[in-house]
């Protein structure tokens, strides 16, 4: 549809026949503002930083008060104010019913089921939300988010969160901000291509900048998550950092959240020293952190062909495999109650192990209403959280449940950390502060499954409160990066179209390249051998990059097709957010 056949957004149906002279006035100064935006200055993209700025702020803050709302009402009110004193009446009226401490578990069970269920049902009534892999795939191909799966979104990752299942609010603020602006650069400004991406980047780094707490980490986390070897849209970064900045200051303004460090390690001077060899030990965590991503992948890989052998598949079946994942949640939740959850506040617990277990009810699970353990985790406990975590994502994952699998990895490699540090006989581990070994693990695992190096290393140094952890949470997630490049988890990321066409371009200069079509992409390589024969190969760019194929002496007048798509059973890109 042309821009001349698009409906401006104030008005009505039916053209300007009977509108009232204020709309007329208001729609002419929309066009005066939308053509005088088309030039985007340094100055116009600052105007669009301050609205996108803000307006991502309030998006945020109303996604982030109502699955608080949620969380807070289910988890914590409903359980102190009517299903305890329930419990506590028939175990004192009737005989034979247990203590309140040997059936409150149920109540878990039972929850997470329940909102499972709704998760599955808003999939049915509302249409699939989409997920991580999707909005990048979305940014690639059409370089957009549409606002049509939001409200989806909006509902479907609220009741995943409160089910207790291991995906965060991340992905899905990512995804809504994202979809305001890119509404708002698409419907108002009439924005296409590389305009109207920018929109779409510019909301992305404000979601996640807002959630993160970390403006600068944030913000680039969701340039680099597009990409598998590091971020390449570079010219949109500095208004991206400002975007997520903005909307930071917004976003903690309306929810009276303060700023700083979220988790407290006990364990830890409040500033020590770092040398080489942490450094050194931060690229060592980096091996193991790359090994257990690679557990994690074959992880979920196997769990993907058992939801496929029982009948399930999240957009087939939403509802049964929201019923199905919400109970194995709750059932895992109250054998293991530490790994419900997003794992944010549940690190927390694990680094000062005075804390409370938050949102659980009871906090023993089975095992009680108590603290689960006392809140006394051993180093075999925290390795079989570490590995139920992982085995937790993929469950949500897999059962359509949608959120951020960011804060439950770094849950997982927090917890690895924290058992490595406990290894007895190792001098130079025991006397070192466990933040060090928690954060550079989360950081490696982090970025083996993401690709995002340089964020993750900026989001959990300033999550920390230790800047000392900053370059070996580095050397673990370069590491990481390295040993995994050739095992990408969200098959979605890609190198950016106009990059490889721009390099197509130079080769056409070089005399490397006969023809270029640049409406279908593609065209001739040719290539010179030493003896001077001339061998060529046709190529066509149809959604990402050019991958290393060689063109030899051997391959005269080929056919290739660059980076097709994966299909469903080559991708591991299955509901991953």
């Not at 991958?547 to 299909?567: M, R």
């Amino acid at each position: 549809m042309g821009d001349s056949a698009m409906q401006d957004p104030l008005l009505p149906f039916g053209g300007e026949q009977h509108v009232s002279p204020m709309r007329r006035k208001a729609t002419a100064s929309l066009r005066a503002f939308r053509e005088s935006m088309q030039d985007l200055t340094p100055k116009k993209m600052l105007l669009l930083v301050l609205m996108f700025g803000c307006g991502t702020g309030v998006v945020a803050w109303i996604y982030n008060s109502f699955f608080e709302a949620v969380v807070h009402l289910a988890w914590e009110i409903a359980p102190e104010k009517l299903v305890a004193p329930a419990l506590t009446h028939l175990s004192n009226k009737v005989s034979w019913f247990p203590a309140v401490s040997k059936v409150a578990w149920v109540y878990t069970v039972l929850l997470s089921t329940t909102f499972g269920f709704l998760a599955g049902l808003v999939q049915r009534l509302l249409g699939s939300p989409g997920d991580l892999p999707d909005t990048v795939r979305d940014i690639h191909e059409q370089g957009y988010i549409s606002i049509n799966k939001s409200p989806s979104m909006f509902l479907c990752s609220t009741f995943s969160i409160a089910a207790g299942g291991s995906l965060g609010p991340e992905a899905p603020l990512l995804a809504l901000c994202g979809a305001t602006c890119s509404w708002f650069g698409k419907s108002v400004l009439r924005y296409k291509g590389q305009k109207l991406r920018n929109c779409a980047l510019l909301g992305m780094t404000a979601g996640l900048a807002a959630f993160f707490g970390v403006a600068l980490g944030g913000s680039l986390f969701a340039l680099e998550v597009l990409h598998r070897s590091g971020m390449q849209f570079y010219e949109i970064a500095t208004y991206a950092v400002g975007t997520g900045a903005l909307c930071l200051v917004v976003f903690r303004a309306l929810s009276g959240i303060p700023f700083g460090a979220i988790w407290v390690f006990t364990k830890a001077a409040p500033h020590f020293h770092v040398d080489f060899r942490h450094v050194l030990l931060g690229a060592v965590v980096g091996v193991i952190a790359a090994l257990f991503a690679i557990l994690f992948m074959n992880i979920h890989r196997a769990f993907v062909k058992v939801v496929s052998w029982v009948g399930l598949h999240e957009h087939h079946t939403p509802v049964r495999s929201g019923l199905f994942g919400g109970f194995v949640i709750g059932v895992i939740g109250v054998l293991l109650p530490p790994v419900m959850f997003w794992g944010e506040f549940e690190i927390g617990t694990l680094a000062a192990p005075s804390t409370v277990l938050p949102h659980i009810w009871p906090k023993g699970g089975v095992w009680g209403l108590e603290p689960f353990q006392q809140n006394h985790y051993t180093p075999q406990l925290l390795l079989v959280i570490a590995v139920v975590k992982l085995i937790t994502v993929s469950v949500t994952v897999n059962s359509g449940f949608r959120g951020g699998f960011i804060f439950p990895l770094f849950m997982a490699g927090t917890s690895l950390g924290l058992a490595i540090t406990h290894i007895p006989g190792m001098p130079f581990l025991q006397n070192l502060p466990d933040v060090v070994v928690a954060m550079t693990m989360a950081a490696g695992l982090n970025t083996a499954i993401t690709r995002t190096p340089f964020a993750t290393s900026l989001i959990l140094t300033a999550l920390s409160g230790h800047p000392e952890v900053a370059v070996p949470c580095l050397a673990s997630a370069l590491v990481a990066l390295f040993m995994t490049l050739h095992l990408p988890f969200i098959m979605s990321q890609r190198d950016r179209r106009d990059i490889t066409i721009k390099e197509l371009e130079f080769a056409e200069e070089a005399g490397q390249v006969v023809h270029i079509d640049a409406g279908n992409f593609s065209g001739n390589i040719r290539e010179v051998a030493d003896d001077g024969r001339q061998d060529t190969a046709s190529y066509h760019v149809s959604d990402s990059h050019v991958q290393n194929w060689v063109i030899s002496g051997q391959l005269t007048n080929a056919n290739g097709h660059v980076d097709a798509p994966a299909t469903p059973d080559q991708s591991m890109d299955i509901g991953g957010v």
